[in-house]
């Protein structure tokens, strides 16, 4: 054995540049999966229906290839990465074992917002950067003009760029070519004791947790005792194997190579992104650790009907064993019941496992409006805030916070010149600050792409600026935003009052200067949800003792179909129907009934 023989890289690309296309060829070329149908064009690397369903890579997933060059094989690991914005904490862990990647740009596109991002992670970790043009087949595509842009965003080298289509396969040979000759192979040795990299980890049904691992020093086979330099807890190894695609085992995995083991672990929570496995009392230096995810959006999660409480929670918490960075947390609100508060990365990873959990486990549920962490500075302590029901009243804040702070991003949208403007003025309406902006295409005349740099504050992207920023700009801007820490900001929060009293699960965190819109949009929706009382109730938005707005749901006669009259006899019927399907849920808000598909009426639609 040598580690000489061995490659390890990822592929690194904007979304849809055709990174899943380019392993699939891979893995064909290679043998290690068979070629498939024309016309057929299912991927075998995005595995989860969301996935296909949405055309993007969520979780990540490993391969390895075999492939001779002058007789002898060489194994080629490819570690594959999510390319949507949520997922950079994914990438950047991925990456951290191997040694190259691919850098692939759309040849009729160029370079995007996640391109930049995403090689910038490689160059960080100081991996060899392969760039690639794909797409080339296409009429519209411009490899000379994007490799330009290339070099010049970039500093690439035009004549290491190789041109290829992941679609007909054309080039694909010279990309294996080119990992085998350019990228190092994995440094190591097999007398040092063994260390193992743990990058990754997934559920099994059967042998419980199985953890990707890239091996550094020593061999790792079955039958090893070892032990998680992170949580000190020892395991005997079951199993050792290849990603080849799907998981073959092996007699043992050496340094530089990257697969995957079982080893009794039980629960998901055991096996630590960056955790370093080492044999059972022979201690060693630990890889440079990671930092954890980071939970940036949070949502609470309810069963439409609280009776499905313990079976929403088993199935919320089987989803988060296949997704370590969600995190959880019991939550009962008045008007909801029980539920539980999950943590995202961001809107997408939000999104996503939420269909997953309807998807997979047939949910039934309610996902209520989505909100950051917010930092809250006392005198002698701070507080993060993530649910708007414990962000402290304005009369609280007036006399014991010193000041609220806010996450910010820094964002960079890449767009043609055209779109420049509609894309400041997305940005200042979404209260960005020190835009900065300049040319990627030096010199060039027509439709020249621009990229704007700004601070945004997290709690501004969570909801529509994405929709906002595909459809002012026709689809042609790119966006990507990284962590910025966080900055005081004029907050406050808004509570809802139904006759006079606040309702608890209500409440949102707002910035003042956007009290009024928000106060009035919301306070005309509660009136047109919340059915008619007994009595008139007024509908207000406070922040703090100050009243923002108001509009008045007037009393019900005691004949609910009195307004209606002859020929709708249908609506009528209808009408009954569901005052008294309402009847069955009322929630009592103080003084006033309420049922609860009002209340998820509200909250699903921010
Ligand atoms: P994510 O997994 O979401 O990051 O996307 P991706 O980068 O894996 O893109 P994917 O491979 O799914 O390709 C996106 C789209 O581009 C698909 O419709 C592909 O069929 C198409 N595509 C990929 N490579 C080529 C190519 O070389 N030529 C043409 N014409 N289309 C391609």
Known sequence: FTSDLIRNFSIIAHIDHGKSTLADRLLELTGTIKKKEVGKNEQVLDKLKVERERGITVKAQTASMVHPVNGKNHILNLIDTPGHVDFSWEVSRSLAACQGALLLVDASQGVQAQTISVFHIAQERGLKIIPVLNKIDLPASQPER????????????????????????????????????????????????????????????????????????????????????????????????????????????????????????????????????????????????????????????????????PKLEESIKR?????????????????????????????????????????????????????????????????????????????????????????????????????????????????????????????????????????????????????????????????????????????????????????????????RSKEDEIGRVWVKKLVKVIPRQQFEVPIQAAVGKKIIARETLKAYRADVTGGLYGGHVERKMKQLELQKEGKRRMKRMGTVEMPQEAFFEIMSTN
Not at 217 to 246: C, F, Q, W
Not at 383 to 395: K, R
């Open 319 to 511: 989803l988060v064993l296949t997704d370590r960075s969600v995190t959880l947390q019991r939550e009962s609100s008045t008007a909801l019941g029980q539920g539980v508060r999950l943590g995202f990365l961001g809107t997408l990873h939000m999104d996503v496992f939420r269909q997953r959990l309807e998807d997979e486990h047939d949910a039934n549920i309610i996902v209520t409006a989505p909100t950051v962490p917010y930092k809250v500075v006392y005198r002698d302590k701070e507080v993060f805030v993530s649910n708007p029901t414990e962000f402290p009243d304005a009369v609280e804040a007036a006399s014991k916070v010193k000041e609220i702070q806010e996450p910010v991003v820094r964002a960079s949208i890449i767009m043609p010149e055209e779109y420049f403007g509609e894309m400041m003025d997305l940005c200042f309406s979404h209260r960005g600050e020190e835009l900065e902006h300049r040319y990627l295409d030096a010199g060039t005349a027509s439709s020249a792409r621009i990229m704007l740099n700004c601070i945004l504050p997290l709690s501004e992207i969570v909801t529509d600026f994405f929709d906002q920023l595909k459809s002012r700009s026709s689809g042609f801007a790119s966006f990507d935003y990284e962590e910025a820490g966080y900055r005081a900001s004029d907050l406050a929060k808004m509570v809802f009052l139904l006759n006079g009293k606040p309702v608890d699960a209500l409440a949102l965190v707002i910035h």
């Open 146 to 309: 994007i490799a330009a842009q290339m070099q010049s965003t970039f500093g690439t080298d035009p004549s290491e760029i190789l041109q290829i289509s992941a679609k007909t396969g054309a080039g694909v040979d010279k990309v294996l070519q080119a990992i085998i000759e350019r990228i190092p192979p994995p440094s190591g040795s097999t007398t040092d004791p063994l260390k193992a990299f743990l990058f990754d980890s997934f559920y099994d049904r059967y042998r419980g947790v199985i953890s990707l691992v890239a091996v550094q020093n020593g061999i790792l086979k079955k039958g090893d005792r070892i032990a998680s330099y992170h949580t000190r807890k020892k395991y005997e190894v079951t199993e050792v194997g290849i990603m080849h695609p799907e998981e073959t085992p092996a007699t043992s995995l050496y340094p530089g190579q990257v697969g995957y083991i079982a080893c009794n672990m039980k629960e998901s929570s055991e096996a630590h992104i960056g955790d370093t496995l080492h044999r059972a009392g022979v201690s060693v230096d630990p890889m440079p650790g990671f930092k954890p995810a980071k939970a940036m959006v949070y949502a609470g999660i309810f069963p439409v009907d609280s009776a499905d409480f």
